[in-house]
């Protein structure tokens, strides 16, 4: 089999319940890109920014960030879960970071603010409310 990330070929280990289940991931990738949901809390004005996100210390390129997206399919879960005890859900991508100044005007008027992200990006020094 190959990799859908990295390319390589692996074999896996063959078993008659996994029939017709064939791994996408090598074992050093599955390694590697783990699921693991994290979570900050950033006070804010008056209320908090909860910051949930999937990995931490990775630089992703643009094929493993968009391969890798459809595990932010738990955040969505965690979301469904939490959805009456928050005022607003953002998900945070690169493009909101380059204009993450924009967002002071937009959430200063909300209390819990529910950020996620697939990759961790530096909340607590940002200047939100400019
Ligand atoms: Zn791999």
Do not use: A
Not at 60 to 77: G, M, V
Request: a negative charge.
């Amino acid at each position: 089999m190959i990799c859908k990330l990295c390319k390589t070929y692996f074999l896996d280990v063959f078993s008659f319940d996994r029939w017709f289940d064939f791994p996408d991931l090598c074992p050093s990738c599955k390694e590697k890109f783990q699921v693991s949901i994290h979570f900050e809390s950033i006070p804010i004005d008056n209320g908090q920014i909860d910051y949930y996100y999937i990995y931490d210390d990775l630089s992703l390129n643009t094929h493993e960030d968009i391969y890798l997206s459809r595990y932010l399919d738990r955040l969505y879960l965690k979301i469904l879960d939490v959805e009456d005890t928050y005022d607003l859900f953002i998900y945070y991508d690169d493009l909101l970071d380059h204009t993450f100044y924009e967002l002071g005007p937009l959430i200063k008027d909300y209390r819990k603010v529910f950020f996620f992200s697939l990759m961790r990006k530096d909340l607590v020094y940002k200047d939100i409310f400019l």
